[in-house]
């Protein structure tokens, strides 16, 4: 007789053991030989050495499943242990799926512009993801790095976001300097929130695996296997975003996402956004993928709130030529 410990790293352990043990039961009963012992994170086996290696074949097989789809009903653990993995695998990953939620749910991309961004992603180290709000650009980003993470394609995830007011100040928060930029940065915490478990997120952020901080605090890091996103690009200076574009390092991915309606900073024209869209244009390796009002996917007033006000920004634009005009 032989004994092993498998360990359950990465994963809540009750989405293997199921309510009431009734999935270990069913895991049970599908290795007849063997003494299983959950405890926690980790299980211990004891039989013979054969039936053993095949149990953790098996557990590892379910593992994978569980590490990428974020869920395990009973159908699928009964096709996993009946040798149907494939069957359910090919029911799962299907191609517009770009990882799935903490729900079991699909994310996908819901748009022809956020398919687009999807597909620079395999090709591109350096995006540039430009459109008005409620478009998905952050959140399909966010999705494509978590997918980067869970296929160990980077070692961590790097979220930022230069640290500009809109209209609010930052130094009249109470707390410290993290109390102050935690809820600014709260954007990405949701959408990470959606995409990976909760326990496994706060082990991520405790062990930096996944970082957010302000743009600041990017200065002299070189940043290698790492999947990289800016956030509210276009509040970011000429300077600031020369600065985090010069971060890249090997086998790193980097997406810039922005709307340059947008811009809260003193001068608009010193947004580095917008002079980034005219100089990286047509560099191999970097693509911009312009979203437009027809990709919003939030409440459908948001798209004629977002018309509302690109045709009162363009009217204050032509009476501003015209009075310069006038001026000559």
Wanted: glycine content about 6%; some cysteine.
């Amino acid at each position: 007789m032989s004994e092993k410990t498998i360990y359950l790293e990465g994963i809540d352990p009750m989405m293997l053991y199921g309510v009431h043990n009734m999935a270990m039961e069913r895991i049970n009963r599908a290795f007849p030989k063997l003494k299983i012992i959950p405890r926690g994170n980790e299980i211990k086996v004891v039989g013979e050495p054969q039936e053993i290696y095949a149990f953790e074949e098996k557990i590892r097989e379910i593992l994978d499943f569980i590490h990428h789809h974020n869920t395990l009903t009973e159908d699928e653990l009964s096709a996993l242990l009946d040798d149907s993995y494939s069957a359910v695998k090919n029911k799962k990953d299907q191609e517009d799926t770009i990882i799935y939620g903490v729900d079991g749910q699909p994310i996908k991309a819901r748009t022809v512009n956020q398919a687009c961004l999807v597909k620079e992603a395999s090709h591109s180290d350096l995006i540039l993801a430009i459109g008005p709000a409620g478009t998905g650009k952050t959140y399909t980003a966010i999705a494509l790095a978590v997918r980067s993470l869970k296929n160990k394609e980077v070692r961590r995830i790097i979220l930022t976001r230069p640290a500009v007011e809109a209209g609010e100040h930052l130094g009249f928060l109470p707390g410290d300097v993290r109390d102050k930029l935690d809820p600014y940065l709260q954007p990405l915490y949701d959408a990470l929130r959606d995409m990976v478990p909760f326990k496994k997120l706060n082990t991520y952020l405790e062990d930096e695996t996944i970082q957010i901080a302000p743009l600041a605090f990017m200065r002299g890091r070189t940043l290698e296997n790492a999947f990289v996103i800016l956030d509210e690009g276009q509040n970011a200076t000429v300077n600031q975003l020369k600065m985090f574009l010069t971060r890249m390092g090997m086998n790193s991915k980097f997406i810039v996402t922005g709307d340059v309606t947008q811009i809260d900073l003193p001068r608009k024209k010193n947004s580095g956004l917008l002079q980034a869209i005219k100089i990286l244009e047509g560099i191999s390796g970097i693509s911009i993928v312009q979203f437009g009002q027809e990709d919003i996917v939030r409440h459908p007033l948001v798209k004629d709130i977002v018309d509302a006000y690109d045709k009162e920004n363009h009217q204050k634009s032509v009476e501003e030529e015209d009075l310069e005009k006038d001026a000559e």
